[in-house]
């Protein structure tokens, strides 16, 4: 079965500073690929995914991942943290049947001023 | 902006009660879903339905749990008999394609279920 591990379970970055959310898969075809967040309160919203070609993805809010498989990674990024960008962050696989989602255990951002 | 809509937002219920759980579903989409977050583990698929049935359950999808789709708008969760363990935020997703095909899940902003 597909499965996802996120290295980090909080991780704190300064205002302006480079964002790096690590995320790694399982698979045994390949995969599509997935980044939502989850801001307070709020239900989670997709950021970006890979399904095929190109290997890095641009998304919402300045994100982007490369899917890298000979790592078999797809971490998150953006070059420069906002205040906004504080929230949990979800990295997703589709599993075999294209029905569910498969998620990690999330990664909660802080960002100081 | 068309969104997911759940109700209720909080729900406390004794152990042994039923529990429905509410989602309006976007309008012009195909696949519905229900996932939850247990606090502080991640988020775990419960069932999926596509065409008035379910398409796919995961092992927690037991027989304590069913899913209907009764006016064309509405789309439940049922918990039979909660327990304990059921506590959880419950989410509901909706997809115009399945999420193999374009992962584009809209979700709702939760329910959250605490059983005493």
């Known amino acids: 079965a597909q499965s996802v591990t996120q290295l980090g379970s909080h991780v704190s970055v300064s205002e302006g500073a480079l964002v790096l959310l690590r995320c790694n898969y399982s698979s045994s075809v390949p995969p599509y690929l997935f980044w939502y967040v989850q801001y307070p309160n709020q239900g989670l919203q997709l950021l970006l995914k890979?399904?095929?070609?190109?290997?890095l993805v641009k998304g919402i809010n300045g994100f982007e991942a490369e899917f890298k498989k000979s790592e078999t990674s797809f971490h998150l990024t953006k070059p420069s943290a906002h205040m906004s960008d504080a929230a949990e962050y979800f990295c997703a696989v589709s599993d075999d049947s294209g029905y569910a989602l498969n998620f990690g255990k999330g990664t909660s951002l802080l960002v100081t001023p | 902006e068309p969104e997911v809509t759940q109700t209720p937002s909080h729900q406390v219920t004794q152990m042994g009660q039923e529990v429905i759980l509410r989602c309006v579903p976007i309008?012009?989409?195909?696949?519905f879903y229900w996932y939850r977050q247990i606090l502080g583990q991640k988020v775990e698929f419960l069932v999926s339905f596509y065409n008035n049935e379910i398409s796919e359950k995961s092992e927690i999808f037991d027989d304590q749990f069913s899913v209907e789709r009764p006016d064309g708008s509405n789309f439940t969760l049922k918990i039979r008999s909660t327990k304990l363990e059921d506590s959880a935020m419950y989410f509901c997703?909706?997809?115009?394609?399945?999420?193999?095909?374009?992962?584009?899940?809209?979700f709702g902003e939760g329910s959250r279920l605490t059983v005493l």
């Open positions: 309008s012009n989409h195909l696949y």
């Open positions: 890979y399904t095929t070609g190109a290997t």
């Open positions: 997703a909706s997809s115009h394609g399945t999420s193999g095909a374009t992962g584009e899940l809209f």
